[in-house]
């Protein structure tokens, strides 16, 4: 069974930085893609960022130049530097897992863990 778990999130004054990491277990076939989503309240959920199994990244607009998402294949763990955080980056954070196997693709979603931007 596959299982997703996100950690380091919490509270920091604006222009403070954090590092989210999520580690997948279970996991039997390739990763194509492991991504950060985010969820603010009473907004829809939204693309952070994402990273192939290729170390090719994809950013939102909001977060270019400022968050950056890495992967460490070996431990099945994705991680995300949040630099010059904002009070809009507040939000729960969650963690995608794509996993293939045989050429059939599941996607897998950690319990979210919170970030908050406030002085």
């Known amino acids: 069974q596959v299982q997703v778990v996100e950690s380091g999130g919490g509270l920091v004054q604006p222009g403070g930085s954090l590092r989210l990491s999520c580690a997948a277990s279970?996991?039997?076939?390739?990763?194509?893609?492991m991504g950060w989503y985010r969820q603010a309240l009473g907004k829809q959920r939204e693309l952070v960022a994402a990273i192939t199994g290729g170390t090719t990244t994809n950013y939102a607009d909001s977060v270019k130049g400022r968050f950056t998402i890495s992967r460490d294949n070996a431990k099945n763990t994705v991680y995300l530097q949040m630099n010059s955080l904002k009070p809009e980056d507040t939000a729960v954070y969650y963690c995608n897992v794509i996993q293939s196997i045989m050429g059939r693709e599941s996607d897998y979603w950690g319990q979210g863990t919170q970030v908050t931007v406030s002085s």
């Open positions: 279970g996991i039997i076939g390739r990763i194509p893609t």
